[in-house]
């Protein structure tokens, strides 16, 4: 059974910093690009960052600088470091894998953002 288990999400001030955490079984980790992404209420699903098997990156614009996406294949987990978080982040986040046919989502955890 596949699983991808999001942890890590809460309530944050503006300018703090989140680790979200993606923890994975019953897939082959290292094949997979796993990335994260997120929804906003009122707005579709959005790609934040990925990384493939390798460890290439890619991030949405509006998170480059801030945000660090990282994966460890031994423990077979992904991480998203969030920092100089503002509002606009609110979302709730969603882990993602995907490897040719193949693709699963995660639950998704919420991140809010706010004073």
């Known amino acids: 059974q596949v699983q991808l288990v999001e942890s890590g999400g809460g309530l944050v001030q503006p300018g703090g910093s989140l680790r979200l955490s993606c923890a994975t079984s019953g897939i082959t980790f290292s094949f997979y690009t796993m990335g994260w992404y997120r929804q906003a209420p009122g707005k579709q699903r959005e790609l934040v960052a990925r990384i493939t098997g390798g460890g290439i990156t890619n991030y949405a614009d509006s998170v480059k600088g801030r945000f660090t996406i990282s994966r460890d294949n031994a423990k077979t987990t992904m991480y998203l470091q969030m920092n100089s978080l503002t509002p606009e982040d609110t979302a709730v986040y969603f882990c993602?894998?995907?490897?040719?046919?193949?693709?699963?989502w995660g639950q998704g955890t919420q991140v809010t953002v706010s004073s």
């Open positions: 993602h894998g995907e490897y040719t046919i193949w693709t699963y």
